[in-house]
């Protein structure tokens, strides 16, 4: 199976600023991940998915970074709101689709003013 | 548009006794899933299913039973409640593997106490 999990529990950012968030997988067969929010008292959001054939993906006001060679992936916020307050969980898998999805411990965003 | 519905929000239970979670999705997916939540431990898989009929079990299924008997409903059994079992429970949902994405689509939670 896969294991992944984040660097740090709580990372706190200026309003404004870019924020970076980072995790770490072990399998190397894991070639699909994806990111998470999670507001307070609610269920997890999709919000960026990449493969394993690609380095980097982009979305809106977010990019998703990965690195095969260190098994290492981040989501960039670009922008930070107040909004974007929440639980940041990471999760990867071989192969497509969403059955048996492994999340990491999550990493809590706090925007200060 | 309800998309994944969990009933109830909020239950306490003594220890021993069971209990059903009900989860409903109005989307036509065919995976559904079940992960619990804990402080610091982030989202378990608990079991899951890939369509009516099938079931498998995740990373914690002791415990805990499922069956699938519809597309739409996937309810989560507690037979012997213990107060280990004391968690936030997520029900959420995908479209058919073929489909080749991960994003699931979440309920807002049950909040589960064992006493």
């Known amino acids: 199976g896969e294991s992944v999990g984040l660097h740090l529990p709580t990372l706190s950012v200026q309003e404004g600023d870019n924020s970076i968030i980072n995790c770490a997988y072990s399998?190397?067969?894991?070639?699909?991940f994806i990111w998470y929010k999670q507001e307070s008292g609610k269920g997890p959001q999709f919000i960026i998915d990449i493969r394993s054939n690609m380095d980097k993906r982009q979305g809106q006001r977010v990019t998703v970074l990965l690195n095969k060679t260190v098994k290492h992936l981040s989501l960039q916020i670009a922008a930070t709101q107040p909004g974007d307050s929440a639980v940041y969980f990471c999760a990867g898998k071989s192969g497509g689709g969403a059955d048996g999805l492994t999340f990491g411990k999550g990493t809590h965003l706090i925007i200060q003013p | 548009n309800a998309g994944v519905t969990q009933t109830p929000k909020f239950q306490v239970l003594k220890t021993g006794q069971s209990m059903t979670l009900q989860c409903a999705q109005d989307?036509?997916?065919?995976?559904m899933s079940w992960y619990r939540q804990d402080p610091g431990m982030g989202l378990r898989l608990i079991h899951y299913?890939?369509?009516?009929?099938?079931?498998d079990q995740g990373e914690v299924p002791n415990g805990y039973n499922v069956s699938r008997s519809t597309t739409e409903d996937f309810p989560l059994r507690l037979l012997s409640a213990a107060p280990s079992q004391t968690s936030v429970y997520f029900c959420?949902?995908?479209?058919?593997?073929?489909?080749?994405?991960?994003?699931?689509?979440f309920g807002e939670g049950s909040r589960l106490t064992v006493l």
């Open positions: 399998n190397s067969a894991s070639d699909y």
């Open positions: 989307m036509n997916h065919e995976y």
């Open positions: 959420a949902s995908s479209r058919h593997r073929a489909a080749n994405t991960g994003e699931l689509f």
């Open positions: 299913s890939v369509g009516a009929g099938i079931t």
